[in-house]
C-alpha cells in the first residue's frame, strides 16, 4: 500500500539507500536460507522491500530488506528497538542479519507473519463494517498497551496531518493533543 507521494528526497533525507534493493533482498534469502514466495512489497515510500519467505521445511515468513548510508541510522535503531516492546500482539522477530557493501548498511529482518489487513486504504471501506466487535476490542487494547511505550520522536506533527487532510480530502479537523498514541501507518498485529 502507497497512499502517500513517494519522494525520493524524503527517503534520501532520513539516511535510507534505496537502489538495488531488489539484489540485496536477493542475497538475504541466501544468507537466511529462505525463498521468495510472494510478490515484493516495496513499502512505504519505497524505502524497503519485503515479502513472503518460506524455509525449507515449509514455514512462512515475512522478510524485509533495507539499506542505510551508516548502521547507527536512528530510523534502523528505533525499528531494532520495536522488539523490545513487549505485551502487545505483533510479529516477532525470527532472525536478522546485517551486511555492508560499498559503504551502505543492510538489514534484512525476518519475522512471523502478521494476520491479512482489514483495510488497504487509509480509510475504512464498508468491510471494515463487518468485523466482530471481539476485532475491535483487541485493537484497543492492543493501542492502549502500545501507547504505554514512550516513543522517542515524533515524525508527523498535528498542524501538518491536519494541513493534509484538508488538502488532499477537504476534511476539515483538529486532533486533540492529547488523543494521539504511538503508532504505525500499517499497523496490524500477529498471535
Known amino acids: 500500500m502507497a497512499w502517500r507521494p513517494f519522494k525520493v528526497e524524503n527517503v534520501r533525507a532520513l539516511g535510507f539507500h534505496i537502489d538495488d534493493l531488489a539484489a540485496r533482498f536477493g542475497e538475504a534469502c541466501e544468507k537466511l536460507g529462505v525463498v521468495r514466495v510472494s510478490e515484493i512489497d516495496r513499502g512505504y515510500w519505497g524505502k524497503a522491500f519485503g515479502a513472503v519467505v ?17 548502521r547507527d541510522n536512528a530510523n534502523r535503531l528505533a525499528e531494532i ?12 522477530l525470527v532472525a536478522q542479519c546485517d551486511w555492508g557493501d560499498a559503504g551502505i548498511h543492510y538489514t534484512a529482518r525476518l519475522t512471523t507473519l502478521a494476520n491479512a489487513a482489514v483495510e488497504c486504504n487509509p480509510w475504512a471501506s464498508a468491510a471494515a463494517a463487518e468485523l466482530p466487535e471481539s476485532w475491535f476490542h483487541d485493537l484497543m487494547t492492543t493501542l492502549n498497551d502500545l501507547s504505554t511505550h514512550a516513543s522517542t520522536g515524533t515524525h508527523l506533527k498535528r498542524k501538518t496531518l491536519e494541513d493534509w487532510l484538508l488538502c488532499r ?20 498485529w500477529a498471535t
Open 81 to 92: 528497538r520495536a522488539d523490545e516492546i513487549v505485551g502487545i500482539r505483533k510479529p516477532s
Open 169 to 188: 480530502y477537504q476534511i476539515r479537523y483538529e486532533f486533540p493533543q492529547d488523543d494521539w498514541r504511538l503508532s504505525h501507518n500499517d499497523l496490524n
Open 54 to 70: 518460506e524455509t525449507a521445511d515449509g514455514g512462512r515468513y515475512w522478510l524485509k530488506v533495507f539499506g542505510v548510508t551508516f
